[in-house]
T-cell receptor
């Protein structure tokens, strides 16, 4: 079936340190993996995505890595800032139209 | 265009009442999606439109739920005879192609008393 597992569910890091969130997916046919940031009371906002023909993608302090063999992908945030505090969701596109989301990681940046 | 918009942002209703939500996608996007999100969970897919055609529906979409996109632009999601279990955030997203970035609206938070 189509399943995405996300860990950890909560993460606290000191401001300026790095944060890493990991996801695994069930279907090797998956070909698109976005990451969303959701602040309280708001809809999910795309922060970065990666397609299955790429192993790594970086955008300023945010990077995503994809290991197709192991069926996992990770979000890396460097030099964390207080405004990075939010809930982060990974998702996978399994070849149909919908996205299947992980259960989310609540990231707290400690000043 | 400022992105996906949804109306209302909040809705409180009594059990048994009908509610309708509206979503306006990004103007050039022909794909429109509805998701439901409960507290502490990720969004769960409900249904999808390509232009005006509803092409996929989740098992989560019971007979009390109906969605339309009559002219291939805005969409409505109606819930009839609401139940307390329908309380959730209802999210709309749109995209230009697939697989591609789905841009989400701010959501409609439904509370059923």
């Amino acid at each position: 079936g189509e399943n995405v597992e996300q860990h950890p569910s909560t993460l606290s890091v000191q401001e300026g340190d790095s944060a890493v969130i990991k996801c695994t997916y069930s279907d090797s046919a998956s070909n698109y993996f976005p990451w969303y940031k959701q602040e309280l009371g708001k809809g999910p906002q795309l922060i970065i995505d990666i397609r299955s023909n790429v192993g790594e993608k970086k955008d300023q302090r945010i990077a995503v890595t994809l290991n197709k063999t192991a069926k996992h992908f990770s979000l890396h945030i460097t030099e964390t800032q207080p405004e990075d505090s939010a809930v982060y969701f990974c998702a996978a596109h399994f070849g149909n139209e919908k996205l299947t989301f992980g259960t989310g990681t609540r990231l707290t940046i400690i000043p | 265009d400022t992105g996906v918009s949804q109306d209302p942002r909040h809705k409180i209703t009594k059990r048994g009442q009908n509610v309708t939500f509206r979503c306006d996608p990004i103007s050039e996007h022909n794909r429109l999606y509805w998701y439901r999100q409960t507290l502490g969970q990720g969004p769960e897919f409900l249904t999808y439109f390509q232009n005006e055609a509803q092409l996929e529906k989740s098992r989560l979409l019971s007979d009390r739920f109906s969605a339309e996109r009559p002219k291939g632009s805005f969409s409505t999601l109606e819930i009839q005879r609401t139940e307390q279990g329908d309380s959730a955030m209802y999210l709309c997203a749109s995209s230009l192609t697939t697989p591609d970035t789905q841009y989400f609206g701010p959501g409609t938070r439904l509370t059923v008393l």
